[in-house]
């Protein structure tokens, strides 16, 4: 590992982070507040793109890109904690069956996400 490779999970965590309060924020605003659709959606969305790119980068970038891009940047988009805290409130709440449902839409869709993104990709190149 050298100093190159830090800088680029740096700075993909930073845009990735930046990038998950905007579209959150903004999914959330939209959808309302009675259920944590921001989160969600970053979560989707962030599943989507690491199986499309996961592949892509198999083939083109270079270790950096890929620290730079999936590991900061996506890795900062996505957000397992958020959810895990959003999922415990709601459970303290009493809201279990929100709880159940905030569980199983994530896992459900963010791993569907990431399948999809993979067969995009395998779609687009011909594989």
Same mark, same amino acid.
């Given at each position: 590992?050298?100093?190159?490779? #830090? =800088?680029?999970? &740096?700075?993909?965590g930073?845009l990735?982070?930046? +990038?998950? !309060?905007? @579209?959150? /924020?903004?999914?959330?605003?939209?959808?309302?507040?009675?259920?944590?659709?921001?989160?969600?959606?970053?979560?989707?969305?962030?599943?989507?793109?690491?199986?499309?790119?996961?592949?892509?980068?198999?083939?083109?970038?270079?270790?950096?890109?890929?620290? #730079? =891009?999936?590991? &900061?940047?996506?890795?900062?988009?996505?957000?397992? +904690?958020? !959810?895990? @805290?959003? /999922?415990?409130?709601?459970?303290?709440?009493?809201?279990?069956?929100?709880?159940?449902?905030?569980?199983?839409?994530?896992?459900?869709?963010?791993?569907?996400?990431?399948l999809?993104?993979?067969?995009?990709?395998?779609?687009?190149?011909?594989?």
């Amino acid at each position: 590992m050298n100093i190159f490779m #830090l =800088l680029a999970v &740096g700075m993909g965590g930073f845009l990735g982070a930046i +990038s998950r !309060f905007l @579209l959150s /924020t903004m999914i959330q605003k939209f959808a309302g507040a009675t259920f944590p659709w921001g989160t969600l959606g970053v979560n989707v969305l962030g599943s989507f793109l690491i199986g499309f790119l996961f592949l892509y980068f198999e083939q083109v970038i270079s270790p950096t890109q890929k620290a #730079l =891009l999936i590991t &900061g940047l996506l890795g900062a988009l996505t957000t397992f +904690s958020t !959810f895990s @805290l959003e /999922t415990v409130l709601m459970l303290q709440n009493s809201l279990y069956v929100r709880a159940l449902a905030n569980v199983s839409i994530n896992v459900l869709f963010s791993v569907g996400a990431t399948l999809i993104g993979m067969m995009v990709f395998r779609r687009m190149i011909g594989g």
